[in-house]
Nanobody, 126 residues
Framework: QVQLVESGGGLVRTGGSLRLSCAAS????????MGWFRQAPGKEREFVAA????????YSAESVKGRFTISRDSAKNTVYLVMNSLKPEDTAVYYC???????????????????WGQGTQVTVSS
């Protein structure tokens, strides 16, 4: 059974940084795509970044390019999201997700991910 556990959220001021972690367990993730999504109150869940486990290809939403970096540590079965230059509009619950496909077309779609963590709150104050 796949389990994803996020940590690292919190309250930070504009311009600050946070590192989110997603500890994955329950299977071998070779061939999987791991993603980060976020959802602000009253808004739909949106894609933030993704990484393919084996090839370590990365993808980021335009709104976070140059500020957020996704990476993974295979030895620790953990995916990270380093967030720099945070803005109030980055405030949201951040979710880690996993899917058993490395395809490069649907990785931005939340519906294509089968497994989700419980989420971690990120609040950026102005």
């Amino acid at each position: 059974q796949v389990q994803l556990v996020e940590s690292g959220g919190g309250l930070v001021r504009t311009g600050g940084s946070l590192r989110l972690s997603c500890a994955a367990s329950g299977r071998t993730f070779s061939g999987y795509t791991m993603g980060w999504f976020r959802q602000a109150p009253g808004k739909e869940r949106e894609f933030v970044a993704a990484i393919t486990w084996s090839a370590s290809m990365t993808y980021s939403a335009e709104s976070v390019k140059g500020r957020f970096t996704i990476s993974r540590d295979s030895a620790k079965n953990t995916v990270y999201l380093v967030m720099n230059s945070l803005k109030p509009e980055d405030t949201a619950v951040y979710y880690c997700a996993a899917r058993g496909s490395p395809d490069t077309i649907t990785y931005t779609r939340a519906s294509s991910y089968a497994y989700w963590g419980q989420g971690t709150q990120v609040t950026v104050s102005s």
